[in-house]
């Protein structure tokens, strides 16, 4: 079956850290993986995103590099600010049309000035 | 041009009472869906349509009811609230269910209280 496993929050950086949050997958076949942000009283909006094995997804600084040997999506950012403070959501998206999609817990990220 | 929106914002119901959630999105999808965040932040699929067929229902009391009048609307009716209903629930729709476009966008989400 199809499932994400992430790495359990919260999490409380320092301003100007490094970050990385831990995202593992199942899925048969070649599936999409996303990582999508939600800010405080906000909906979830779409970070970034890889289609196949080897992709970088990339954007604000953030990056995960899909890595279907050890079926994994870890999301990596070199400095972090106070405004990255957010519930960061693994997810998966199956190969196969009509399925669902399947996101993590969530990770909760606070930065510290 | 807000690509998802929902309303209301803000529910504020008393238990027992019947409330409805609105959805619409023009961004030409043809996936729409209902998720439930709990305060921990938990995601959890409710329903799915794909051109206005129910395609996903996942174990979800009887209470809650979707429709869908045409593929740029998905509505949720909730009967006989619970206090265990208070939550925030989220619309999202994608161009495909699944997939390489799969991808979903969201809503701003509406926060349900029952008291």
């Known amino acids: 079956g199809n499932s994400v496993t992430q790495m359990e929050g919260p999490v409380t950086l320092s301003e100007e850290a490094f970050l990385t949050i831990n995202c593992t997958y199942t899925a048969t076949g070649y599936p999409s993986l996303f990582w999508y942000v939600q800010y405080p009283g906000e909906g979830l909006q779409l970070l970034l995103k890889a289609t196949k094995a080897d992709d970088k997804g990339s954007n604000k600084g953030f990056e995960a590099t899909y890595r279907k040997e050890t079926t994994s999506f870890h999301l990596e950012k070199g400095s972090v600010q106070v405004s990255d403070s957010a519930v960061y959501f693994c997810?998966?998206?199956?190969?196969?049309?009509?399925?669902?999609?399947?996101f993590g817990t969530g990770t909760s990220l606070t930065v510290i000035p | 041009d807000t690509a998802v929106s929902q309303t209301p914002k803000y529910l504020v119901t008393q238990m027992g009472n019947d409330k409805s959630i609105k959805c619409e999105q023009n961004?030409?999808?043809?996936?729409m869906y209902w998720y439930k965040q709990d305060s921990k932040k938990f995601l959890k699929i409710m329903f799915s349509y794909n051109n206005k067929e129910l395609i996903i229902n996942e174990t979800v009391p009887n209470r809650f009811s979707p429709k869908s009048p045409d593929k740029a609307h998905l509505n949720l009716h909730i009967n006989s609230l619970e206090l265990g209903d208070s939550a925030v629930y989220f619309c999202a729709s994608s161009r495909t269910a699944g997939g390489l476009r799969g991808e979903q966008y969201f809503g701003p989400g509406t926060r349900l209280t029952v008291t």
């Open positions: 997810a998966l998206s199956p190969s196969q049309p009509g399925n669902q999609f399947y």
């Open positions: 961004l030409g999808h043809d996936t």
